[in-house]
């Protein structure tokens, strides 16, 4: 079996498909002994990428790939769509969205870099975008 | 009722909705319509148990905060009971549990909310 092993998985753009993500990201944790607690953050920080290059690379697929390592997982999720750039992107604020015009949503980096140990962005408008994850292993 | 909401029922004047598996922007506009409906009955005090809901994305928890907005309206309350971890997690995160209640359990929710 091997010890470091390396996913990649290639999404179509269907509902709900980022879950079929999560379930290979459980595995994976599952093999590196991560606890439940970091396997939900990687699950819901995936779940997040995958919604955000669905909805904006303006592609038909995403791939995703868990890279283990002895001391971290990685999880890319990469488009080959138009790009953006993450300057222009305002960190949300539940009260200023309570009572006023301004849109609900745009939570996903928010909640990405929140719930992961480290969180890289690279993107451009020829070479599409990827999000780069990291989930430290627990010290035990 | 839809795939996304398990059951509705009312419990000393508190709206229950049960919702029931990825609460995605499906299962959000479901309990979002759900609220609309009984807010039009004058109901104001709602609990959605979110036991059968163990993943969540911040499409579906950005439709709550309309609801929070629909009910500052009229004085009502949203509570929630029943959460995962995760999903307490991401309410925290995105400032849902500022303007809600978070009980362990439904009886817990109706006692502190009746």
């Given at each position: 079996?091997?010890?470091?092993?390396?996913?990649?998985?290639?999404?179509?753009?269907?509902?709900?498909?980022?879950?079929?993500?999560?379930?290979?990201?459980?595995?994976?944790?599952?093999?590196?002994?991560?606890?439940?607690?970091?396997?939900?953050?990687?699950?819901?920080?995936?779940?997040?990428?995958?919604?955000?290059?669905?909805?904006?690379?303006?592609?038909?697929?995403?791939?995703?790939?868990?890279?283990?390592?002895?001391?971290?997982?990685?999880?890319?999720?990469?488009?080959?769509?138009?790009?953006?750039?993450?300057?222009?992107?305002?960190?949300?604020?539940?009260?200023?969205?309570?009572?006023?015009?301004?849109?609900?949503?745009?939570?996903?980096?928010?909640?990405?870099?929140?719930?992961?140990d480290t969180v890289e962005y690279e993107s451009n408008d020829e070479g599409g975008t990827t999000v780069t994850m990291t989930k430290d292993r627990d010290n035990e | 009722m839809s795939d996304t909401i398990k059951n509705?029922?009312?419990?000393?004047?508190?709206?229950?909705?049960?919702?029931?598996?990825?609460?995605?922007?499906?299962?959000?506009?479901?309990?979002?319509?759900?609220?609309?409906?009984?807010?039009?009955?004058?109901?104001?005090?709602?609990?959605?148990?979110?036991?059968?809901?163990?993943?969540?994305?911040?499409?579906?928890?950005?439709?709550?905060?309309?609801?929070?907005?629909?009910?500052?309206?009229?004085?009502?309350?949203?509570?929630?009971?029943?959460?995962?971890?995760?999903?307490?997690?991401?309410?925290?995160?995105?400032?849902?549990?500022?303007?809600?209640?978070?009980?362990?359990?439904?009886?817990?929710?109706?006692?502190?909310?009746?």
């Amino acid at each position: 079996m091997a010890k470091n092993p390396e996913v990649e998985l290639k999404l179509p753009i269907i509902p709900d498909i980022e879950l079929s993500a999560t379930k290979t990201a459980e595995v994976i944790s599952k093999h590196m002994n991560l606890s439940e607690e970091k396997t939900a953050e990687i699950s819901m920080a995936l779940i997040e990428a995958c919604i955000n290059a669905f909805e904006h690379s303006k592609t038909k697929e995403v791939y995703i790939h868990f890279i283990v390592s002895n001391d971290k997982l990685t999880v890319k999720v990469i488009d080959k769509g138009i790009g953006f750039d993450k300057s222009k992107v305002q960190i949300p604020n539940i009260e200023n969205k309570l009572q006023k015009d301004e849109r609900k949503r745009g939570w996903g980096l928010q909640l990405i870099t929140e719930l992961m140990d480290t969180v890289e962005y690279e993107s451009n408008d020829e070479g599409g975008t990827t999000v780069t994850m990291t989930k430290d292993r627990d010290n035990e | 009722m839809s795939d996304t909401i398990k059951n509705i029922e009312e419990v000393d004047g508190i709206v229950i909705i049960s919702t029931n598996g990825y609460f995605n922007n499906l299962a959000g506009d479901a309990v979002l319509a759900a609220c609309v409906e009984k807010l039009e009955d004058n109901k104001v005090k709602f609990l959605i148990d979110m036991a059968d809901s163990k993943v969540v994305n911040s499409i579906g928890v950005s439709i709550l905060i309309e609801i929070i907005e629909k009910l500052q309206n009229v004085d009502g309350s949203l509570s929630f009971c029943n959460l995962a971890p995760i999903v307490d997690k991401t309410f925290n995160i995105m400032g849902i549990s500022k303007y809600c209640n978070i009980y362990a359990s439904s009886d817990e929710a109706i006692k502190g909310i009746s």
